[in-house]
């Protein structure tokens, strides 16, 4: 397994304004994603952060609202934009250490509360 | 969409007793995985199935996979009020650029 770890756990932010999430992990991995999980859902993926390039976002999710840097192997930001309300989630990063199998583990998890 | 789905979505058991958790997908898998959640924290690996294997058993639990009926069921055995958490099934889809699909989850009460 890996450390993972996220800043910050938890903000109120007011509408219209941006928070960056930081995702550090005390290992070197290929693979980083990041998921948002809305009150009382589940979880759904938001992008898969590549070291050296884009992101790749799913289905829903856009680079203008969503954008990510992945600057190393070991670090990821996600920021989200210009907020309301309906971004109020838990923003979790995860990593994969198998890849072949794609296990995931994941750090504690950012709330987000937009007011 | 979500590819898999958890039944029941509630359940509520006294300590000691055992807990049963089903999962049903939809298409081809590579494997299947269960997570724990903590009062909305981070996820917890549990335990990964592969699709040729049918039965693994990790301390209290057992995770049984049937890919016929394209399903699987976590079993925690004994258990205890800190097994109380939200259980997620996720399913890793056969083919290039797969990624994990969540269940909506099944919340997990474990009464002292």
């Known amino acids: 397994s890996a450390v993972i770890s996220q800043k910050p756990s938890r903000d109120i932010c007011q509408r219209g304004t941006s928070l960056t999430i930081q995702c550090q992990v005390d290992?070197?991995?290929?693979?980083m994603f990041w998921y948002r999980q809305q009150p009382g859902q589940s979880l759904t993926l938001i992008a898969t952060?590549?070291?050296?390039?884009?992101?790749?976002?799913e289905s829903g999710f856009v680079i203008d609202k969503f954008p990510i840097s992945r600057p190393n192997l070991t670090f990821s930001t996600l920021t989200v934009s210009n907020m309301s309300p309906e971004d109020s989630s838990i923003y979790l990063c995860?990593?994969?250490?198998?890849?072949?199998?794609?296990?995931?583990?994941f750090g504690p998890g950012t709330r987000l509360t937009v007011l | 969409s979500q590819q898999g789905e958890e039944d029941p979505q509630a359940l509520s058991i006294q300590e000691g007793e055992n807990a049963t958790m089903n999962c049903s997908y939809k298409?081809?898998?590579?494997?299947l995985q269960w997570y724990r959640q903590n009062s909305g924290r981070g996820l917890v690996h549990l335990i990964l199935i592969r699709s040729n294997e049918r039965e693994k058993h990790s301390g209290r639990l057992r995770v049984t996979l049937d890919t016929s009926k394209k399903s699987s069921s976590l079993l925690i055995t004994a258990s205890r009020a800190a097994d109380t958490a939200s259980y997620f099934c996720?399913?890793?889809?056969?083919?290039?650029?797969?990624?994990?699909?969540f269940g909506k989850g099944i919340t997990l009460s474990v009464r002292p």
């Open positions: 996720a399913t890793d889809a056969s083919g290039a650029n797969s990624k994990l699909t």
């Open positions: 298409t081809s898998i590579n494997n």
């Open positions: 952060a590549n070291q050296g390039s884009e992101a790749t976002y």
């Open positions: 995860s990593v994969g250490l198998r890849v072949r199998y794609n296990e995931q583990f």
């Open positions: 290992s070197q991995v290929t693979m």
